[in-house]
């Protein structure tokens, strides 16, 4: 049974999360406005009492002429025209220590060039450990936690915005300023999808012991299931014609001519 909903009160519940307290669900808007779609999404399936919600409730509060902030315009969201849009100072200084939930795929190429914003201006971590692996798990079950030594990197240049609450933003933190769990080759192989490595049987050897009663099978053990003698005495090939063949094929004809008048 579809979830029973009053548009009104869920267009004011949506109002609070996105414009009131967004960082209360690790959520940010870029400078333009915009918000794409499925952050909100990935977001609501936190909460039971807004799994429900689909790009058409959007619209029906839209169709339905209900006061609302915000706009869906394909698959972005953007504040409507008039409002004021967000504005995330500088961090100086930022706290000690961040945390970003990485994704397992994303580990290594993390590890070697850093962190970096994906497919948006800047990239959230938290001073909230919870926060960070909250956010991270709406795209992986099982992230990474990695430190970010965000007091170094400030000193360093790298740029930090208070986005609200415990979110901060940041455009890319180089390795450098990255503590990352240690990890075993296995486990590195393991996050980085690569199948293990297994030891080729040496030519010759079977595989498990040899048990009483039994004995090894070779090539030449098959030649007489394909019409030729275990001493080799046929042409080798399957279903080839053996000597024994030959020969009495040349008897019967002889046998035949004898008969003939």
Request: net charge positive.
């Amino acid at each position: 049974m579809a979830a029973q909903y009053n548009p009104k009160t869920l267009a004011k519940t949506l109002a609070y999360l996105l414009c009131h307290a967004p960082e209360e669900y690790g959520l940010h808007w870029d400078e333009d406005g915009s918000m794409p779609w499925k952050e909100l999404y990935w977001a609501m399936q936190e909460d039971p009492s807004l799994r429900f919600v689909r790009e058409s409730h959007l619209r029906e509060i839209a169709y339905l002429g209900i006061e609302f902030p915000v706009s869906l315009e394909g698959a972005q969201l953007k504040l409507k025209a008039g409002l004021p849009r967000p504005e995330y100072p500088v961090a100086d200084p930022p706290p000690s220590r961040l945390f970003h939930g990485c994704r397992r795929k994303s580990f290594l190429a993390a590890r070697e060039h850093g962190l970096r914003a994906a497919g948006r201006p800047y990239l959230a971590l938290s001073a909230d450990r919870e926060l960070s692996l909250r956010i991270a798990r709406r795209r992986d079950a099982e992230p990474v936690l990695l430190e970010v030594l965000a007091d170094v990197a400030a000193r360093d240049g790298v740029v930090f915005r208070f986005a609200g609450g415990s979110l901060f933003l940041v455009a890319s933190v180089p390795p450098a300023h990255i503590r990352f769990p240690l990890m075993s080759e296995e486990k590195l192989q393991e996050l980085a999808g690569r199948p293990r490595k297994v030891k080729e049987p040496v030519p010759g050897i079977g595989i498990g012991p040899r048990t009483p009663g039994s004995f090894m099978m070779r090539p030449e053990h098959l030649q007489g299931v394909f019409g030729s003698p275990p001493d080799g005495g046929g042409s080798g090939k399957p279903g080839g014609k053996g000597r024994r063949g030959a020969e009495w094929k040349r008897a019967s004809r002889k046998e035949r001519e004898k008969r003939r008048p």
